[in-house]
């Protein structure tokens, strides 16, 4: 049943992705040629128009260009990206590495950090770990990714030099390869994963400390005290799995949003990621492009969400008959 | 009420939290008469910070002070509205959607496709369209924000219909406004109250960055405007004008938003009064008078989920 | 059983990470890698020491695959394309100089232009380059000019001959005013061999669509990373290039670029001049000046009311402020505009022109005589020229004209453009070194009709002769400042700052690069002089 429900939302989704950039004013060839701001003067007569919209398909009737974009659907083709000139695939693909690398990292070190402190947090409730611990963790997470990313490059990257302004590798350590190569690409992503890590630490942070908080209080846990148990084995093998129990959903909510989250970060740090992609596909205006982004991030959401109702069945045995 | 304010005097952050959104309120509905220029007056551009211009000036010499008192006016309104508002509109839907069944299973699917909707890339699809203004924003944030809030007051309609004190005023012959107004409602208040504050912070958050891409109404006075003017200077990172031109306006944005976090704590002890106890008492002994347990145990996740479940 | 779960559970999802990463880096075409030169160090060390080689890094983005077809339309994708082909004439800082033709002769009446190539020109696959590639390469443009948009002429290609191994004569319908920037020294010689069976050239994007003549080969191209790699030709017909590798990365912002070392160049324009003066008495960097072939409009819509009154339009000239404008918000990095629209830089700019003087006094005088108080408009653009807008909208308020400001993304903006909604619009330009640019879609094409202007056109495009040329490209100025269609606003300054311990060479082509392009990155920059 859970499953029907998932395949209904997909459809309607799936042709909301198809008719969502259609909707937007504008066309895909005002950005695919003469972008007056870059130099090149080139202007397009209605004959070159025409030609244009003929050539990428987008002068056929409405029905039938749903008809294809479906029939590419199931056969795994995703159409041709009009703004970069390449298959939709490959140029997802290209952004898709670097979005998991920099978002799945930053996701599981924001998690993993996050149920720690918030543990930890609960634990010491009241006391000035807790109160410290709230105050950073709120008073360095609650900037505007953007900014908290400018601040970023401009002490570390430029008063100190201690990082590169931006990008994901440089073209010599590419070059070079190997080892040079990885710590490379380390160094370009600590920024910008420092930057994600900080903004969504609160959010877990905060979750499981509330959720321990409940725990903390209930009877079995004070059955293990009075057993004469050690705190520390109490806190990790009793508190903590029950308290993760009910914020497991949440969390596995959030990797699938973790793709697009990025895309502040993305952006002032210049990182080839999914989030500045989508972006730049829904200003040019690339039907295809988008209807492939779109469709990669609902299906990755819908996915984690899937998997985090799935989950939350199997670990606890009382909301399988819900 | 009187619980709210117990809570409130004996917790340092939520008292500071809301002492901090008490000024910045009224800094915005004062703005006008604290500011020392008009926000569209024009000066020497560029100017560092000075007796005449205690932040400096702009690209085009509009003076930073008076564009940041203003910007809290444009800011915090956009956020309250859009809070409001989808809140409003949530917590009706949930409490529909958790007492009448059929409608209920309605409700909850329509409610799925709003949340497997990633915000950011319908937010690119809206700003397509012209005048990305006030009240475009507060629409735009109105449409995703009802979603959880609807789904979380249900699950805690959910949990007080299971509670049975529904069956027994059924029985007592109350009728449906009746007990969704006087019972039910007044149990979704926490959620609500953690929604309000979750969405505010979402919307001053995303207004910022929408302005910041370019994608807002270039003549609004807000902090995310601000922010993006600064940002496209082109010697921002390399010369000193951040500190004068882009801190403020971060910093406000910031405060706020955790002003508003530390607010939200009083929140969340309200509703889950074991949050609230156990501070009264030493970690090594036994948490006694467990005044509200097993009642209350449905409304602890809605409570915090609604807080961070969102963000 | 919960720890259990969990670590089960982390384990899945580290796992669904790492393979989707694992299956992006094996899916995706990846970075391009073409085969190296044969000057490859044979040890196997990517950089040669330092004193041997010069590595240039320049800023840029992602411009498409340099092959002819492929690269994107919408800026330098053209440069990044010129530096593997070239094209039978060239131009440097003074003029069109000849390229892969040693000379060439036009016929009396324009239309039959035979060129002798330079003898010995090889592809980048050791292939010889002969007169048959030549004339390949205008047939198939001809064939495919639907597929591309960026050369103006290819339409006047009647057909061409192979005298000889080294000899073609191209053919026209007419002749073509300014040949050498539409059409000779823009359009980039093919090989036959390569291309004969290409259906589709701008979906082709093998390793093969960047075989050419030019003074570099691709190394590496990065899509997403916006990434390009070049070595240097050791075979190049002109020399050597000075510069071993010429890489371009992507960089948020171009002084922090250049200032942490990023970079070994930087160019900026119009506002961004303010970023240039940081390295003003640096000693390690250097700067030139270039023409300025851009400019910033404010657009009528002259089709309908209320600026469809030609009276009105001159009202609003006199009521701009455009100097203020240049001041306060370019802060200095730009002028004001020429009426005309071809900037002063420009060999075919008016002087002669008609002023409208700031003087709104004298615009609520005229829109009282022609009865037009309390006026409401609307006026669109992108975010880009939101601060000039906000600036002309307090200008027309002072005359009694209410501005509704509306700002939109660039799509959305030229949608309303092309279907003539909007009464004021603000967008700008580039090209205006070519007088070419002056026909009517250089402005929304719905929003201005003339077909005195139009006659004039077609003749400048036909006019061989220069001095016959000039004249007529004047009148078309004068109409403009007379009729305005537009009211120009600003040219930006532009400036080149570059570390000069790498490379001293830069310089501004004459008239743009290739057909037009204003940027300094001529290819002749990287081979020293």
Redesign the interface.
């Known amino acids: 049943m859970r499953v029907v ?1 998932y395949l ?2 997909l459809i ?2 799936l042709s ?1 992705n198809f008719l ?2 259609r909707m ?4 895909p060839l ?17 004959e ?1 128009r025409e ?2 919209l003929e ?1 990428y398909g987008l002068d056929k009737p409405l029905m039938e260009q749903y008809r294809d974009y479906l029939a590419g659907l199931v056969t795994g083709d995703l159409g ?1 990206s009009i ?4 298959p939709v ?3 997802l ?6 979005t ?2 920099l978002s ?2 930053a996701a ?1 070190i924001y998690t993993v950090l996050g149920v720690l402190l918030g543990a930890v947090s609960a634990w ?3 006391t000035k770990v807790d ?1 410290g611990l ?2 950073t963790v ?2 360095l997470g ?6 908290l990313g ?2 970023l ?2 002490v570390f ?2 008063k100190l ?1 201690a990082f ?9 350590a ?4 190997g080892l040079a190569q990885v710590k490379d690409v380390l160094h370009h992503w600590f920024l910008p994963c420092l930057a994600l890590v900080l903004t ?1 630490l ?3 942070y ?2 499981t400390r ?2 321990m ?2 725990v ?2 209930e009877d079995y846990v ?1 059955t293990a ?2 057993k004469g148990l050690r705190e520390f084995r109490v806190l990790l ?1 009793h508190a903590l ?2 308290a ?5 959903t ?1 969390i ?1 909510m ?2 699938g ?1 973790a ?2 989250g990025a ?2 970060v993305e ?4 990182y ?1 990621g999914m ?1 500045t ?3 730049q596909a ?4 690339d039907y295809p492009l988008l209807q492939g ?2 469709l990669l ?2 299906t990755f ?2 996915f984690f ?1 899937l998997m985090a109702d799935l ?1 939350y069945a ?2 606890d045995p009382r909301a399988r008959f819900v | 009420m009187n619980d709210l304010m117990q809570v409130v005097r004996g917790k340092q952050l939520a008292s500071g939290g809301l002492a901090v959104l008490v000024t910045f309120g009224l800094l915005a509905v004062l703005a006008p008469m604290l500011s020392p220029y008009t926000p569209t007056e024009m000066d020497v551009p560029m100017q560092s910070p000075s007796g005449l211009h205690p932040l400096g000036t702009d690209d085009v010499g509009h003076d930073i002070l008076t564009e940041l008192l203003h910007g809290a006016r444009f800011s915090l309104l956009v956020g309250f509205i859009s809070a409001s508002l989808s809140t409003a509109i949530g917590v009706v839907l949930g409490l529909l959607a958790g007492y009448y069944g059929k409608l209920g299973f309605t409700i909850m699917r329509v409610v799925d496709i709003f949340l497997a909707i990633p915000r950011f890339p319908l937010i690119v699809f809206l700003a397509a369209f012209l005048r990305p203004g006030l009240w475009t924003l507060a629409l735009f944030f109105l449409l995703f924000g009802w979603a959880r809030t609807s789904r979380l007051v249900r699950s805690q309609v959910l949990g007080e219909r299971a509670s049975g004190y529904v069956e027994a005023a059924r029985v007592m012959g109350a009728g449906d406004p009746h007990i969704i107004l006087r019972h039910l409602l007044p149990s979704t208040v926490p959620v609500a109250l953690s929604r309000f504050i979750v969405e505010f912070q979402h919307v001053i958050l995303a207004e910022s960055g929408l302005s910041f891409l370019g994608l807002g109404d270039p003549t609004t006075k807000s902090w995310g405007m601000m922010l993006h003017y600064a940002f496209q200077y082109p010697t921002i990172f390399i010369s000193d004008v951040w500190v004068w031109w882009a801190v403020p306006p971060g910093l406000c944005i910031t405060l706020v938003v955790l002003a508003l976090t530390f607010s939200g704590f009083a929140v969340e002890e309200l509703a889950n009064p074991r949050l609230r106890e156990s501070r009264q008492h030493c970690r090594d002994e036994a948490p006694s008078g467990h005044k509200a347990t097993s009642t209350r145990t449905g409304s602890v996740r809605p409570a915090a989920e609604a807080f961070v479940g969102g963000r | 059983m919960s720890f259990v779960v969990r670590n089960r559970i982390g384990l899945l999802l580290l796992l669904l990470l790492v393979v989707g990463w694992a299956a992006g880096c094996t899916l995706s075409p990846g970075p391009a890698v073409v085969s190296t030169s044969a000057s490859d160090s044979p040890s196997g060390e990517a950089v040669p020491s330092a004193s041997e080689s010069i590595v240039l890094t320049l800023p840029g983005e992602d411009w498409g695959y340099p092959s002819p077809f492929a690269f994107y339309s919408r800026g330098p994708g053209y440069i990044r394309m010129s530096f593997l082909f070239d094209t039978l004439t060239w131009k440097d800082e003074d003029g069109v100089i000849p390229w892969l033709a040693d000379g060439w002769d036009t016929s009396e009446d324009g239309t039959a232009w035979t060129f002798t190539l330079h003898p010995g020109i090889t592809w980048h696959d050791g292939t010889p380059l002969t007169a048959e590639d030549v004339a390949f390469t205008f047939e198939y443009f001809k064939e495919h000019q639907a597929s591309f948009t960026w050369s103006w002429s290819v339409d006047k290609i009647a057909g061409t001959e192979v005298v000889d191994e080294h000899t073609v004569t191209l053919y026209l319908t007419e002749p073509i005013a300014g040949c050498h920037e539409s059409l000779v020294g823009s359009l980039p010689i093919i090989p036959r061999h390569i291309w004969e069976g290409v259906d589709d050239p701008v979906k082709f994007l093998a390793e093969e669509a960047i075989v050419g003549s030019g003074p570099f080969k691709l190394v590496e191209y990065s899509k997403e990373e916006g990434r390009y790699v070049y070595e240097a030709n050791p075979d190049y017909f002109m020399g050597c290039p000075v510069v071993d590798q010429l890489v371009f990365v992507q960089v948020e912002n171009q002084a922090l670029a250049l200032k942490t070392g990023t970079t070994d160049y930087a160019s900026f324009s119009g506002k961004e001049l303010d970023a240039a003066q940081v390295f003003d008495g640096d000693p390690n960097y250097r700067h030139i000046d270039g023409p300025s072939f851009w400019v910033l409009q404010l657009i009528f819509n002259a089709t309908r009311a209320p600026f469809d009154n030609v009276d009105l339009r001159r009202a609003v000239a006199h009521a701009v402020d455009r100097v203020r404008i240049v001041e306060q918000v370019t802060h200095g990095g730009a002028i004001v505009a020429n009426l005309g629209v071809i900037s002063p830089s420009v060999g075919w700019y008016n002087p002669n022109l008609p002023a409208y003087e700031y003087d709104p006094a004298r615009s609520r005088g005229m829109l009282d005589e022609l009865g037009m108080r309390e006026l409401s408009v609307t006026l669109i653009t992108t975010a880009d020229y939101a601060r000039e807008a906000e600036f002309i909208q307090a200008d027309l308020e002072q005359i009694g004209i209410q501005v509704d400001l509306k700002t939109g993304d660039r799509s959305t903006v030229d949608g309303l453009l092309r279907e003539g909604n909007f009464d004021l619009a603000i967008g700008g330009h580039g090209g205006i070194a070519n007088p070419a640019i002056l026909r009517v879609p250089t402005w929304p094409a719905n929003s201005y009709v003339n077909e005195t202007y139009d006659r004039l056109y077609q003749e400048q495009a036909r006019t061989v002769d220069e001095e016959r040329r000039r004249e007529t490209v004047w009148q078309l100025q004068q109409t403009i400042a007379d009729d305005l269609p537009v009211l120009t606003l600003w040219h930006p300054k532009v400036r080149t700052v570059f570390d000069h311990s790498k490379l001293d060479t830069w310089f501004y082509t004459d008239g743009g690069v290739g057909f037009g392009i204003p940027l300094s990155m001529n290819k002749m920059i990287f081979l020293g002089r």
């Open positions: 429900q209904v939302t309607v989704l909301l969502l950039p937007m004013p504008g066309d005002s950005c695919l040629v003469g972008d007056p701001g870059a130099d090149a003067p080139i202007l397009l007569t209605e070159m030609n244009l050539y041709w703004y970069y000139n390449a695939t490959s140029v693909l290209g952004r898709l590495k670097w998991l690398f799945g990292t599981v010491k409730r009241g109160v709230v105050t709120f008073s609650s900037w505007p990714p953007f900014f400018m601040l490059i401009i990257s430029f030099g590169p302004i931006g990008g994901a590798q440089s073209p010599a590419v070059q070079a390869g969504h609160p959010g877990i905060l979750l509330n959720s908080l409940s903390l209080g004070r005290r009075s093998r799995p029950n993760l129990l009910p914020i497991v949440t596995a959030r990797f949003f793709i697009m895309m502040f952006v002032v740090f210049a080839p989030g992609l989508i972006y829904g200003a040019a205006r982004g779109f991030t609902m959401v819908v969400n989950l199997r670990l």
